[in-house]
């Protein structure tokens, strides 16, 4: 079992900057085969994928609105995937959540991945 706590959201002005932190908590993390996202959900509507990065590559795939804003990355030695988002739009606004899943092929589908997080929220004001 594995568990993943969201922190880091808020409220920030149009243009703002947030960084938000993904904690992985679990024995059976696999570095070599798991793969970390972060999807978000506005009110009334789907949750998106917004990014991703396989662990052991490193490899890093964007939603195409987010793609030079938002920056994901990883530690190692600490399990955590953040988040960087950096010029903020009212869009940008949802609950955001971290996820995991083992041999993810599709890296934007939700159903890929078997743990989530609490999700944590970003509110962007214009």
């Known amino acids: 079992q594995l568990r993943l706590v969201e922190s880091g959201g808020g409220l920030v002005q149009v243009g703002g900057s947030l960084r938000l932190n993904c904690e992985v908590f679990?024995?059976?993390?696999?570095?070599?085969?798991?793969?970390v996202g972060w999807f978000r959900q506005a009110p009334g509507k789907e949750r998106e994928f917004v990014a991703s990065?396989?662990?052991?590559?490193?490899?890093?795939a964007y939603e195409d609105s987010v793609k030079g804003r938002f920056t994901i990355s990883r530690d190692n030695a600490k399990l955590t995937a953040d988040l960087q988002m950096n010029s903020l739009k009212p869009e940008d606004t949802a609950t955001y959540f971290c996820a995991t899943g083992r041999n993810v092929i599709s890296t934007p589908v939700s159903a890929e991945y078997d743990y989530w997080g609490q999700g944590t929220q970003v509110t962007v004001s214009s």
């Open positions: 990065i396989r662990w052991e590559s490193g490899t890093t």
């Open positions: 679990g024995r059976t993390f696999n570095r070599y085969r798991n793969t």
